[in-house]
């Protein structure tokens, strides 16, 4: 286990040669999938974009937006894309159970997960307690469904007794603001949004982290074909997008004028709070961005394992590809 260990501990070789940037016909073109949308939490792509650190590996990005989870590994096990952020307890959960396969990550975007619980101030829950007899909106396959039984084991809590119903993604801060639901799944970093939609009145998170203490945020995923026929082009990506990445959190307010420049529909000042929240994810307890440690998954698949989300026997190299 520590050879596994010591071999994921950064799955991008430290000090990787930068490709000179070339004209745009001498660039490799790739396509990469937001994790879902363009709020402000994917700016470090965009950031990467503007910066030049795509051209600095030689990397001709195409962005566009993704829809989520299920359809980013979709998309990236049919070849439709090259590159994506997903859940990554999502993921291990989707891939653990068959139901997802040539896909595999490749680095860390947050080394704490972000899934979690949103309400609001005055609706009484302030612990996990508090959701038995609420009602909780979700987008359906939404990731914070899929976890939420383990959650709720863990917190000590009849999951059974908490209400989860189908809410469309965009609709979820309505239906919260308007009180057609007590909560909603949501990730952290959408607490600004949420405040905006509801007039201003305050956001309480619930983070699935503070219970599950493992998580891991966002995996980058990349295709099998990629990870296994072209792994220099999988390192190139990955330093450039870590190096946007970690400019984005020192630079929330830049980065978010970057993601509105490209996404005009997109509010810099949400962007920029959104950013500011989602450095303590990126960082955890103060790890190397991009880190992914073996044990560490290993613990996450005991979990989920023991709460009989995912079959027995799954290993870390199930589901991350190392890149040496």
Known sequence: ??????????????????????DAADLTKVKYLTAFNAFGREAYAFVADEKGFFAEQGLDVEIAI??????????????????APVDSTGYILT????????????????????????????NGITSPKDLEGKVMGDQEGATTTILFPTYAKLAGIDASKVEIIPVAAPELAGALAAKKVDSIGQFVVGKPLIEKAAGGKTAVALPFSDVITDLYGHFLLTSDKIANDDPELAKKFTTALLKGLDYSIANPAEAAKILNKAQPETDAEIATKELEIMAAYVKGD??????????????????????GSVPAGKKPEDFVKVLN
């Open 286 to 307: 103060g790890a190397e961005t991009g880190k992914v440690d073996a044990e560490r998954v290993t613990r996450v698949i005991q979990v989920l394992e023991g709460a």
């Open 1 to 22: 286990m520590r050879a596994v260990a010591a071999a994921l501990a950064m799955v991008v070789v430290a000090g990787c040669s930068e490709a000179a940037p070339g």
């Open 66 to 83: 993704g829809s989520g989870s299920g359809e980013n590994m979709a998309a990236l096990s049919s070849g439709a894309a090259d590159f």
């Open 95 to 122: 891939k653990a159970t068959g139901k997802v396969s040539g896909v595999t990550a490749i680095t860390a975007i947050q080394q704490k997960s972000m899934v979690g619980i949103m309400t609001l101030d005055g």
